[in-house]
């Protein structure tokens, strides 16, 4: 973005305080719905495994 005019210099090294903890990543899914979900995905990866035949 910098290098093609979409930001300003000044906007991208002064905002280091703004931007202090915009590297944390802070789930805000539930942990029972974050199981659900992942069991589901993990059982649908299994499964997929079944489709491929490659015994031609």
């Not at 300003?8 to 944390?24: G, M």
């Not at 802070?26 to 015994?55: I, Q």
Request: net charge positive.
């Amino acid at each position: 973005g910098l290098a093609v005019g979409v930001w300003k210099e000044d906007y991208v090294f002064d905002s280091k305080d703004r931007l202090k903890d915009a590297n944390i990543f802070r789930p805000l899914m539930v942990e029972e719905s974050r199981k659900k979900k992942t069991d589901s995905w993990s059982k649908a990866v299994n499964r997929s495994f079944d489709l491929a035949d490659l015994s031609l």
